[in-house]
C-alpha cells in the first residue's frame, strides 16, 4: 500500500485486515519501490496523486524490473479521472481503479481475487519446480539404466558365445556378435526369422519335447548340433531361459565341437593304444616259438634223408617263416619307442611302412614308384617318423580307391640359409585331389575330408613330429586334363652327405625290378 496520507493508510489496513495476508505500508514512491524489492507482493495499492513520484512514475518503474512485470497493481484516485488518464494508467501497468470515497467491500474483494491468484500461482511454480526435479531425477535414473543396458549390451557383443533371444515360436529378436562369428549368418539375414529352420537344429530329443520342458521348467540344457552358414556340422552346449513376464527365451550356445571329436579322438586313441599293446604282446609271445620253428626248418631242409621234392618244400616253410619273422619285428618296432634317440634309416622306415601296406596296394591295384637317392640317416625316433610316414601313405593310397600311381621320392636337398644337406622325402598320388577349400585347413586338428571315417589329427600329428625334428612338412595338389596329382614334400635337416643311387620301381601285379646301391649290393624283401 503506498500512499503520502497516513490516515488513508490506516484505513486500507483495517479494510483488508480480514485477508490473512501480510500489509505492507510505504508513504511515498521511493519507499515502496524498496519495499517491494524485498518482499514477494501480490498486489499493490497505489495512490495515483503523490508527490516527488507519482503513481504513473512508479507503476512505470515497477513494470521495468523483470519480476515485477505481472504484479496486480490497482490505482487509487481521489481526483475524478478522465478517459485520458485511465487509458494512460493502463499502459503503466495497472489492472484496474478504485475511486475515492473507497467502498471497502469493493476493495477487500479486487484485493483477495489478486491475493488468491498470486498464492495459486506461487503454489504452481511450486508444482512446476518439483514437476522439474522428480522429471530431472527420472530422467537421470532412465540414463543411468541406459547407460547400464548399453554396458550389458557391450558385453553381450563381446562375449565369445552365441547369444540370440527369440520367442516361444523360435523367432528371433536379438542375435549377437558371438553367434555371427560361430554360425556365420549376419543379424540383419536371420532377424525375424524361425532360429532352428535356418539352423538345422537337431535335438537330442524330440523338439516338441525340449520345449515342453523349457516352458514348463523356465529353463533347459542339452547339447545341440546345428548348421553353420557354410553347411559345417557343430555341436553347441545350449543353455536356455524362459521369461514368462515377456514370453522370450534367452538362449547361449558354447561350440564344443573341437571338445567332442578331441573326447572321441582319445576314446579312438585308447582303443588303437591297447590294440596296439595286444599286438605287441602277441608279437613278443609268437617271436621265441617262431625261433624255434625257425631253427627246426634250418636243419631239417638239410637232412639226408629228405628227397628233393621234401627239400623243396622244407626251404619254402623257412622262407615264410622269415617273412612272418620279419612282420612280428616290425610289429614290436612300431609298438616298441626308444627313450633316446638313434640313428634312423628312413630307407627301411619307408620299406617297413610299404610292405605294411603292400596288400592293401593290390586290392586297389596301385602301381608303386620308389627311387631312394640316399640312405637317408637321421637322429630321431624310429616309431614317430613311422607314424608320420604311415600317415601320408595310407592317406595317399586311400585317395586312390579306384586305382592309380604312387610314387615315393628320397634324396638330398641343400638348404641355401645354412648350405647343410637336409633330407627330403615325397609322397606323390594321383587321387582325387585336394578342394582349395579344404587347403588351408589340412593341418588344423580334426579336420577331415573322410567324413566319419576319420579324426582329422593324422595330419595335425604328423606336422608336429616333423617341426619337433626342425623340418616342414608342404603339400600341393594340381589338376591336369585327364588326372589330379597331390605331393606331400617332408624336410627333415642334417642328413648325412654320403649319396647313393637306389632304385626300386613295383607293380601292383607283383612284378619287380632290383634295386642295386651304387658299390654294393642289398637284399629288398619281396611286396608280393
Not at 246 to 264: F, G
Not at 313 to 328: D, S
Not at 336 to 346: G, K
Not at 443 to 471: A, N, R, V
Request: hydrophobic share 40%; net charge neutral; proline share 4%.
Amino acid at each position: 500500500m503506498v500512499d503520502d496520507q497516513p490516515a488513508k493508510l490506516l484505513s486500507y489496513e483495517v479494510i483488508l485486515a480480514d485477508l490473512n495476508a501480510n500489509l505492507i505500508k510505504a508513504r511515498s514512491g521511493r519507499e515502496g519501490l524498496e519495499l517491494l524489492l524485498k518482499h514477494d507482493v501480490a498486489v499493490v495499492l497505489l495512490d495515483v496523486s503523490m508527490p516527488e513520484i507519482n503513481g504513473f512514475e512508479m507503476a512505470d518503474m515497477i513494470r521495468q524490473h523483470p519480476r515485477f512485470q505481472k504484479t496486480a497493481i490497482l490505482f487509487i484516485s481521489a481526483v475524478r479521472m478522465t478517459d485520458l488518464d485511465r487509458i494512460k494508467g493502463y499502459q503503466s501497468g495497472a489492472v484496474d481503479y478504485i475511486s475515492v470515497p473507497v467502498v471497502p467491500e469493493v476493495l477487500r474483494a479486487k484485493v483477495q481475487v489478486f491475493v488468491e491468484l498470486h498464492r495459486k500461482s506461487r503454489e504452481l511454480e511450486h508444482l512446476n519446480q518439483e514437476l522439474e526435479t522428480r522429471v530431472e531425477q527420472r530422467t537421470r535414473q532412465l540414463q543411468e539404466s541406459e547407460n547400464l543396458l548399453r554396458e550389458r549390451a557391450d558385453l553381450l557383443e563381446l562375449a565369445t558365445e552365441a547369444i540370440l533371444v527369440r520367442d516361444p515360436a523360435g523367432v528371433l529378436t536379438y542375435w549377437n556378435a558371438g553367434a555371427e562369428a560361430l554360425y556365420g549368418w549376419d543379424r540383419h539375414d536371420v532377424l525375424g526369422k524361425r532360429v532352428h529352420e535356418i539352423l538345422e537344429t537337431q535335438f537330442p530329443v524330440e523338439a516338441k519335447n525340449s520345449e515342453s520342458i523349457l516352458i514348463d521348467r523356465g529353463r533347459w540344457e542339452g547339447n545341440l548340433v546345428q548348421k553353420t552358414r557354410d553347411g559345417r556340422e557343430v555341436i553347441v552346449a545350449s543353455r536356455q531361459v524362459f521369461k514368462k513376464e515377456v514370453a522370450s527365451i534367452l538362449e547361449i550356445n558354447r561350440d564344443i565341437t573341437a571338445q567332442m571329436l578331441a573326447e572321441e579322438a582319445l576314446r579312438q586313441t585308447e582303443r588303437l593304444a591297447a590294440m596296439g599293446r595286444v599286438a605287441g604282446i602277441i608279437a613278443h609271445e609268437i617271436n621265441n616259438p617262431l625261433e624255434a620253428i625257425t631253427n627246426a626248418f634250418y636243419l631239417l631242409k638239410n637232412h639226408p634223408s629228405l628227397d628233393e621234392e621234401a627239400r623243396y618244400y622244407a626251404q619254402l616253410g623257412e622262407t615264410e617263416l622269415a617273412r612272418v619273422g620279419h612282420i612280428t619285428k616290425q610289429t614290436l618296432g612300431f609298438y616298441r619307442e626308444s627313450q633316446h634317440p638313434v640313428n634312423v634309416p628312413i630307407a627301411e622306415i619307408l620299406d617297413d611302412v610299404l610292405q605294411l601296406q603292400s596288400r592293401q596296394l593290390v586290392m586297389s591295384r596301385i602301381t608303386l614308384d620308389k627311387k631312394y637317392y640316399i640312405d637317408g640317416q637321421i637322429r630321431g625316433f624310429p616309431v614317430e617318423l613311422r607314424q608320420v610316414f604311415l600317415n601320408l601313405i595310407s592317406n595317399a593310397i586311400q585317395a586312390m580307391p579306384q586305382g592309380g600311381d604312387l610314387r615315393i621320392r628320397m634324396g638330398p636337398q641343400r638348404n641355401d640359409a645354412d648350405g647343410r644337406a637336409d633330407l627330403f622325402i615325397s609322397v606323390c598320388d594321383t587321387g582325387t585331389g585336394i578342394k582349395p577349400e579344404h587347403a588351408k585347413h589340412l593341418f588344423e586338428p580334426f579336420f577331415t575330408t573322410k567324413s566319419t571315417k576319420g579324426t582329422g589329427l593324422g595330419l595335425w600329428i604328423s606336422k608336429g613330429i616333423i617341426q619337433k625334428y626342425d623340418g616342414k612338412i608342404h603339400f600341393r595338389s594340381m589338376n591336369f586334363k585327364d588326372r589330379t596329382m597331390t605331393s606331400f614334400r617332408v624336410i627333415l635337416p642334417g642328413v648325412s652327405p654320403a649319396v647313393k643311387a637306389l632304385e626300386y620301381t613295383h607293380h601292383a601285379t607283383g612284378v619287380e625290378t632290383a634295386r642295386t646301391p651304387l658299390g654294393h649290393a642289398k637284399h629288398v624283401p619281396s611286396f608280393g
